[in-house]
């Protein structure tokens, strides 16, 4: 059963700690990316990844960091330096960068 | 002019409705186009990729009108099932973004 997984679903955290979520995908897809959705608004790219072991910053990358050691796997931290973490945090993955992305279960971070 | 632009709606409609959305996108060079739908608190899913020569599957109609810059996506027969957020999700092949998502029209199908 293909697809992508992101764990835990829910996540609470005290101010200051950083944190990291979870994405794993097993459609043999090169590229994984994490974006950021807050309430009522649209989708934000944090960080992509087009293949093993290299990254680029999205549109939000302060505060977060990411590693692809592996192709499957695609984790993101949350550190302290994030002003507002508090959000739905979504992974998804596609063949390659033109082409249409599916997307995990997401995470909803809850920092207080 | 933004990247990717859709009226938020929300588009109140009854039952076996027709309604169409519009989205339009600043990149001439954009190559892909694609809907999606996301259900309240859950994540985006791919409705239908949008090519050329427009397409079909259903009761959806994707149409791509690279002159004036927009695709549409038009729903036959509403279902209720159909109450979502629609995001408009196209590829400009430059910058740091890969895709960029439109910030969604909210349907709302009422019995």
């Known amino acids: 059963d293909g697809g992508i997984t992101q764990s835990p679903k829910y996540l609470f955290r005290k101010e200051g700690q950083n944190v990291t979520l979870s994405c794993e995908q097993n459609?043999?897809?090169?590229?994984m990316y994490w974006y950021r959705q807050d309430p009522g608004q649209g989708l934000r790219l944090i960080y992509y990844?087009?293949?093993?072991?290299?990254?680029q910053k999205g549109d939000i990358a302060e505060g977060y960091s990411v590693s692809r050691e592996k192709k499957e796997s695609f984790p993101l931290t949350v550190t302290s330096a994030q002003k507002n973490p508090t959000a739905f945090y979504l992974c998804?993955?596609?063949?390659?960068?033109?082409?249409?992305?599916?997307f995990g279960p997401g995470t909803r971070l809850t920092v207080t | 002019r933004k990247e990717v632009e859709q009226d938020p709606g929300p588009f109140n409609v009854p039952e076996g409705a027709t309604v169409a959305f519009n989205c339009t996108y600043s990149?001439?060079?954009?190559?892909?186009f694609f809907w999606y739908r996301q259900d309240c608190r859950k994540e985006p899913k791919l409705l239908m990729s949008?090519?050329?020569s427009g397409n079909e599957d259903g009761r959806f109609t994707a149409q791509l009108n690279r002159a004036s810059q927009y695709i549409s996506l038009l729903i036959r027969d509403s279902k209720l099932s159909d109450s979502a957020t629609y995001l408009c999700?196209?590829?400009?092949?430059?910058?740091?973004?890969?895709?960029?998502f439109g910030k969604g029209t909210r349907l709302s199908v009422i019995a």
């Open positions: 459609l043999n897809h090169d590229a």
């Open positions: 990149n001439s060079a954009s190559q892909s």
């Open positions: 990844s087009q293949i093993v072991n290299d990254f």
């Open positions: 999700v196209v590829n400009t092949n430059s910058g740091n973004t890969p895709l960029v």
């Open positions: 949008v090519y050329s």
């Open positions: 998804a993955s596609s063949i390659g960068r033109k082409y249409e992305q599916y």
